[in-house]
Nanobody, 119 residues
Framework: QVQLVESGGGLVQAGGSLRLSCTVSGRTFRRYAMAWFRQAPGKEREFVAGINWSGGSTYYVDSVKGRFTLSRDNAKNSVYLHMSGLKPEDTAVYYC????????????WGQGTQVTVSS
């Protein structure tokens, strides 16, 4: 079966950096788009960033543009979200997802990794 395993979350001070990783098994990784979503307490899950199958195109929600960078390594079946300039409002559970295109639909999801940014 398809599995997505995230790692790299944690507690960081405002202005700091973290790198989230997501490794996919059970499907031909290079054929699919990948994305990161996040959900903060009491809020709906929101799209953060997406990347197409080749890594040639990336897409970001406005609130993270210039601070987050999404990349993928198809040889390692992995996608990476490098987050810098973190703000308390970035605090959320971050989920990676895989789908046919970067705009969705996404048919498989990871279990989530907590990112907490202290002020």
């Amino acid at each position: 079966q398809v599995q997505l395993v995230e790692s790299g979350g944690g507690l960081v001070q405002a202005g700091g950096s973290l790198r989230l990783s997501c490794t996919v098994s059970g499907r031909t990784f290079r054929r699919y788009a990948m994305a990161w979503f996040r959900q903060a307490p009491g809020k709906e899950r929101e799209f953060v960033a997406g990347i197409n199958w080749s890594g040639g195109s990336t897409y970001y929600v406005d609130s993270v543009k210039g601070r987050f960078t999404l990349s993928r390594d198809n040889a390692k079946n992995s996608v990476y979200l490098h987050m810098s300039g973190l703000k308390p409002e970035d605090t959320a559970v971050y989920y990676c997802a895989t789908g046919s295109t970067y705009s969705g639909p996404y048919d498989y999801w990871g279990q989530g990794t907590q990112v907490t940014v202290s002020s």
